[in-house]
């Protein structure tokens, strides 16, 4: 008999547990659930369950990130060619899971160390979904100009489905799923006269010469293990300074955008179900030319943070490295970082 590693056990335990405490929540719900029998399922010690999750909140959050993104698409999944179909499929595959997850929104709205992180990962799905409708959506403009920001538009459609989702655990049978489609297809031709202001205030970028090896991560747009390499520019961002991805995005660099937290135990699940349940979705929805090219990875263990020059990371971290060659050649922290560097332009070696 093969003896297992200790990170071995400790991986098969969590396993269990989270297995354990899905059948748990589904059947008792969120409030009722109880950790003595979630261990009992697991055939696991009530420690064991803690020394994998400090509390059922943090684990309430991982069963839902795993459900989010093991979620599968479907063979026949009609993807829209305009923004309107897009948003259409989009809101159908939102109303097929709305039963599931029903007590997040209380956990929510019961403690601040979630809603800010809450918030801040609803700003950011805004703006995964404004790039996707940017390329379905023309808009008169000259040529060679970017597309009309919809993060205004995006933001109205994600406040429809998840006031939908609200509604759907609050008041049972109130509402009818195919009003909140055609609702969220309607949407497509709102104008909300958006726009994007550029940072008043930021940091100079400096220059740099470090090396840059990550190790590999899974771009949570795309569902899809991916190397951090390439030209462009990394942004290390906590779940209070989200925002600021766009002011990467806005300036033209590709970018990736890191999302670290001082509370990894709790804080990057409900990071994971916020990414996994938007961006399931919009695959299902969008054709794959629509996608974000935006990349978004989860930094659990700071791994990326550090090879990115930051031994140390908080909700509050806001710092980005612009990348070339497999070297880091620029640098800046704290607010507007972001800008600072994507607005940098690349070096004459890699401009060509």
């Known amino acids: 008999m093969v003896r297992l590693s200790r990170a071995e056990t400790q991986e098969r335990n969590r396993a269990k547990v989270l297995t354990a405490a899905e059948r748990e929540f589904a059947e008792h ?3 009722d659930a109880k950790i003595d029998r979630i261990a009992e399922r697991a055939e696991l010690t009530r420690g064991a369950v803690y020394s994998n999750f400090p509390g059922k909140r943090a684990l309430y959050f991982a069963v839902l990130a795993k459900l989010a993104e093991e979620a599968p698409v479907p063979a026949n999944a009609h993807r829209g060619r305009t923004a309107r179909d897009a948003l259409g499929a989009l809101a159908r595959a939102w109303v097929g899971h ?9 956990e929510v709205l019961a403690d601040d160390r979630v ?3 809450f918030t801040q990962l609803m700003k950011l799905n805004a703006v995964l979904l404004s790039l996707a409708l940017e390329e379905l959506r023309p808009a008169e403009r000259a040529p060679g100009d970017p597309p009309a920001r919809l993060v205004r538009l995006a933001g109205t459609v994600l406040t429809t489905l998840h006031g939908a989702s609200a509604l759907a655990a609050a008041a049972p049978g109130f509402g009818e799923p195919f009003d909140t489609i055609s609702a969220c297809e309607q949407l497509a031709g709102l104008d909300l006269n958006d726009f994007w202001p550029p940072p008043a205030v930021v940091p100079p970028a400096r220059p740099a010469d470090d090396p840059w ?4 991560a899974i771009d949570r747009v795309r569902a899809e293990e991916v190397p951090l390499t390439g030209d462009g520019v990394v942004a290390v961002l906590g779940l209070h300074r989200l925002d600021a991805a766009e002011e990467a995005v806005r300036a033209g660099a590709a970018v990736t955008v890191v999302l670290v937290t001082g509370e990894p135990a709790e804080l990057a699940p409900l990071a994971r179900l916020m990414l996994g349940e938007l961006c399931g979705c919009l695959r299902q929805a969008f054709p794959e030319r629509a996608w974000p090219r935006l990349r978004v990875v989860c930094d659990e263990t700071g791994a990326i943070a550090a090879a990115a ?3 140390a990371v908080s909700d509050g971290t806001e710092a980005a490295v612009r990348v070339e060659g497999d070297r880091i050649v620029a640098r800046a922290d704290g607010r507007g970082a972001c800008h600072a560097v994507a607005a940098r332009a690349p070096s004459k070696t890699t401009a060509g």
Do not use: S
């Open 29 to 31: 719900g969120f409030r």
């Open 98 to 106: 709305l039963p599931f997850g029903v007590d997040l929104m209380p």
């Open 115 to 117: 809603r800010l992180p």
């Open 213 to 216: 090896a990550p190790p590999l």
């Open 309 to 311: 020059g930051l031994p």
